[in-house]
C-alpha cells in the first residue's frame, strides 16, 4: 500500500508541475506577442540555430523516415505472413 501511496504522489506532482509550465509559458508567449520587435528577435534566433544545427536536423530526420520505412516494411512481411498462414 505503501508504494501505491508513493506513485500516487509522484503522478501529482508530475501533473501539478506540468500544469504550472504551460500556464507560465502561456502567458509568457502572450506578452511576447504583444511585442513585434521580440517575436522579430526571436525569428532571428530560432532562423540562426536552425542554420546552425542544419546538418544534425537534416540527418536525424532522414534517419526517423528510413526507420519509418523499415517499420512499414516489416509490418507488410508480417501481414503476408498471417495472410499465408490463414490461407493454408
Same mark, same amino acid.
Given at each position: 500500500?505503501?508504494?501505491?501511496?508513493?506513485?500516487?504522489?509522484?503522478?501529482?506532482?508530475?501533473?501539478? $508541475?506540468? %500544469? /504550472? =509550465?504551460?500556464?507560465?509559458?502561456?502567458?509568457?508567449?502572450?506578452? *511576447?506577442?504583444?511585442?513585434?520587435?521580440?517575436?522579430?528577435?526571436?525569428?532571428?534566433?530560432?532562423?540562426?540555430?536552425?542554420?546552425?544545427?542544419?546538418?544534425? $536536423?537534416? %540527418? /536525424? =530526420?532522414?534517419?526517423?523516415?528510413?526507420?519509418?520505412?523499415?517499420? *512499414?516494411?516489416?509490418?507488410?512481411?508480417?501481414?503476408?505472413?498471417?495472410?499465408?498462414?490463414?490461407?493454408?
Amino acid at each position: 500500500m505503501k508504494h501505491a501511496d508513493n506513485s500516487m504522489t509522484k503522478e501529482i506532482v508530475k501533473g501539478s $508541475i506540468v %500544469s /504550472s =509550465t504551460v500556464h507560465t509559458g502561456s502567458r509568457l508567449m502572450s506578452k *511576447v506577442a504583444k511585442h513585434p520587435v521580440l517575436v522579430f528577435g526571436l525569428g532571428l534566433v530560432a532562423g540562426y540555430l536552425v542554420y546552425k544545427y542544419r546538418k544534425e $536536423i537534416i %540527418s /536525424s =530526420t532522414t534517419r526517423a523516415v528510413d526507420a519509418g520505412k523499415d517499420f *512499414v516494411l516489416q509490418q507488410k512481411e508480417n501481414l503476408e505472413d498471417i495472410v499465408a498462414e490463414s490461407k493454408e
